[in-house]
């Protein structure tokens, strides 16, 4: 079993920056480690993924790509996710999920959530 623990969210001003993590505890990290989030009203919607370890891939939704960067400190047992260039439309909760395998882009692949994080953009 693992348990994921998202932190790092909070308010930002449009045009700023923020990193969130995600801390797994109860095992080691799968390979896969993906970002959701999910808008007041909308569906949750894939954000980033990464796979592997030493040597990985990175996998972005095209809304945040080039702003966004997933990174994973294998010592840490974290996963981060840096957010650039924020805009109000990036505003949701964040989720940290992780799977040992399947499509990153899939949310149905995923086997452990974390609770969530609260990301506020204002413009």
């Known amino acids: 079993q693992v348990q994921l623990v998202e932190s790092g969210g909070g308010s930002v001003q449009a045009g700023g920056s923020l990193r969130l993590s995600c801390t797994a505890s109860?095992?080691?990290?799968?390979?896969?480690v993906g970002w959701f989030r999910q808008a007041p009203g909308k569906e949750r919607e894939f954000v980033a993924a990464?796979?592997?370890?030493?040597?990985?891939?990175?996998y972005y939704a095209d809304s945040v790509k080039d702003r966004f960067t997933i990174s994973r400190d294998n010592a840490e047992n974290t996963v981060y996710l840096q957010m650039s260039k924020v805009k109000p439309e990036d505003t949701a909760v964040y989720y940290c999920?992780?799977?040992?395998?399947?499509?990153?882009?899939?949310?149905?692949?995923?086997?452990?959530w974390g609770q969530g994080t609260q990301v506020t953009v204002s413009s």
């Open positions: 999920a992780a799977t040992s395998g399947g499509n990153p882009n899939h949310e149905v692949e995923y086997d452990y």
């Open positions: 109860g095992r080691t990290f799968t390979s896969v």
């Open positions: 990464v796979r592997g370890w030493s040597v990985v891939n990175t």
